[in-house]
């Protein structure tokens, strides 16, 4: 078993999940590879979906990742995408994911005062 934050990951019972305040979340072994279409083409469906909820932060998004790219990595065997569209996909995804993300946690608006 491997933990990130409030994310755990074992190879009988997949992802879990144990948000404050909220039900523990399962994601089972054989979801793992669940797509989702989009603008720009397929991406993981679950660091997307997850993202659209209030308590998934942008820490929360990043420890969610490592422990998805983890299972993905544990269960690479059983990847229905060729290795080369895998990359494509990651790339999508946290693109996706992070625009998302922006929408509920805004960076600064004003430039930042960068020092030489």
Same mark, same amino acid.
């Given at each position: 078993m491997v933990q990130?934050?409030?994310?755990?990951?074992?190879?009988?019972m997949g992802i879990i999940g144990r948000p404050k305040k909220y039900p523990e979340i399962f994601l089972h072994?054989?979801?793992?590879?669940?797509?989702?279409?989009?603008?720009?083409?397929?991406?993981w469906k679950w660091p997307v979906q997850f993202a659209k909820l209030?308590?998934?932060?942008?820490?929360?998004?990043?420890?969610f990742n490592r422990t998805f790219l983890y299972a993905q990595k544990c269960f690479e065997g059983f990847n229905p995408w060729k290795s080369h569209n895998k990359f494509d996909i990651d790339a999508?995804?946290?693109?996706?994911? %992070? &625009?998302? *993300?922006s929408d509920h946690f805004p960076g600064p %608006? &004003?430039? *930042?005062d960068i020092r030489k």
């Open positions: 990130f934050g409030i994310w755990m990951f074992d190879e009988k072994p054989d979801r793992i590879w669940d797509t989702k279409e989009t603008r720009l083409g397929p991406v209030a308590w998934f932060t942008p820490h929360e998004a990043d420890n999508r995804t946290i693109k996706i994911q %992070t &625009e998302v *993300l %608006t &004003e430039e *930042l």
